[in-house]
């Protein structure tokens, strides 16, 4: 089986952490893959990637001829791609060098039509106390209370998410609607719509294996309060947006609401009572304001959608 890895880049200044995707992509246990590498219209940076890479036959390279986003950029590379499966990487990530082998075990030993792992945090400023883990999805990485082990999921990361490329292609791949190519810069959740339309479609879930891990680098601007809070308000904002494009989407947030309220608060105020410390509850207090911050998102998206 054939694995197609689409990495997305435009930035010449993230060139160097673009590197450290590919280079984790070419470092792959699994021999059958190639790369594919898609330039959101930016020629310096196209013509450093062809330097680099160009004269490898397992790397695709293609430029945009103008900036047209993330996920037109993916439908592309999902088009220029040749693998069974495609799979999609963002390019401030490092991928383990088993990854693309366990999305392989999930399409061969589960007969998964779509598959992703979990994301871990690469601090590169230093991981601050006061965020609670449960609130990690605001850093794009996977959060305390997402599933507990392997098996089927509505999705995960689209920095870690890969689908059967028939599956993908006969669903038209992601909507570029989703992520502001209408108007609407501030909305999210493009592998959320696309793994319900696939569900839909073939009716199958995602299948999650822990154990393909991706490691997301969080820079120190993603770690500031003000930074959260406004990543906070707009996750709760494109909850909405998504209870309006895919039946069901918010089941899965009233799961871990519940969750939140009935076991990990209880649990951090136990933990507070019995063993103080001034990052419990800098973390107890930033899950309340969080919270908040979510759930005003939301009430803001029913007078848009």
Not at 218 to 228: A, K, S, V
Request: a negative charge; proline letters at 3%; one cysteine or more.
């Amino acid at each position: 089986m054939k694995v197609s890895v689409v990495v997305c880049t435009y930035a010449l200044d993230m060139y160097d952490e673009f590197v450290e995707a590919v280079e984790s992509v070419l470092a792959q246990g699994y021999d059958d893959l190639e790369l594919v590498v898609v330039v959101d219209g930016t020629e310096a940076v196209y013509e450093r990637v062809v330097a680099d890479y160009g004269d490898r036959e397992d790397v695709v390279v293609h430029c945009n001829d103008e900036n047209v986003g993330l996920l037109v950029s993916r439908n592309t590379g999902a088009e220029l791609a040749s693998g069974d499966v495609v799979a999609f990487l963002d390019d401030d990530v490092i991928a383990d060098e088993r990854w693309a082998e366990r999305l392989v075990a999930a399409y061969e030993g589960h007969d998964a039509i779509a598959a992703g792992g979990r994301l871990v945090p690469e601090w590169v400023a230093g991981e601050p106390e006061f965020l609670p883990e449960e609130f990690y999805f605001l850093i794009g990485v996977t959060h305390r209370g997402f599933a507990e082990g392997p098996g089927e999921v509505r999705n995960t990361f689209g920095s870690n998410i890969s689908f059967r490329r028939d599956v993908f292609l006969d669903v038209g791949g992601f909507d570029p609607a989703i992520g502001g190519r209408k108007g609407d810069a501030n909305l999210q959740g493009g592998e959320t719509e696309l793994a319900a339309r696939v569900r839909r479609e073939y009716g199958e879930a995602l299948w999650y294996d822990p154990e393909a891990l991706v490691a997301h680098k969080i820079y120190d601007y993603r770690t500031e309060p003000g930074w959260l809070l406004d990543r906070a308000f707009w996750q709760g904002y494109s909850k909405r947006a998504m209870e309006t494009f895919v039946p069901d989407a918010g089941d899965e947030e009233r799961a871990f609401l519940r969750r939140l309220v009935l076991e990990f608060v209880p649990g951090r105020v136990k933990g507070l009572v019995t063993a103080p410390s001034v990052a419990k509850l800098e973390q107890l207090v930033m899950l309340g304001v969080l919270t908040a911050a979510v759930g005003l998102g939301y009430l803001y998206g029913f007078t848009r959608y």
